[in-house]
């Protein structure tokens, strides 16, 4: 089978549910965070600038 020409080695496969996804990254906690902050602020992203930043650091770092 071919290889998806849109998968890098830094980019996860396509068919990955997010959860999936978050769990090899690393970042689960960091997610749950941001999950519980906006569920907490009704889905105001405003509110959970610094839960946010948390996570997009994360991320970074998992590359």
Do not use: H
């Given at each position: 089978?071919?290889?998806?020409?849109?998968?890098?080695?830094?980019?996860?496969?396509?068919?990955?549910?997010i959860?999936?996804?978050?769990?090899?990254?690393?970042?689960?906690?960091?997610?749950?965070?941001?999950?519980?902050?906006?569920?907490k602020?009704?889905?105001?992203?405003?509110?959970?600038?610094s839960?946010?930043?948390?996570?997009?650091?994360?991320?970074?770092?998992?590359?």
């Amino acid at each position: 089978m071919a290889e998806n020409p849109k998968q890098t080695n830094r980019s996860l496969p396509n068919d990955l549910d997010i959860d999936e996804r978050i769990q090899i990254t690393g970042c689960r906690k960091q997610y749950e965070d941001v999950e519980n902050c906006a569920d907490k602020f009704d889905r105001d992203w405003r509110q959970c600038q610094s839960e946010l930043k948390e996570l997009a650091r994360c991320l970074k770092t998992s590359r």
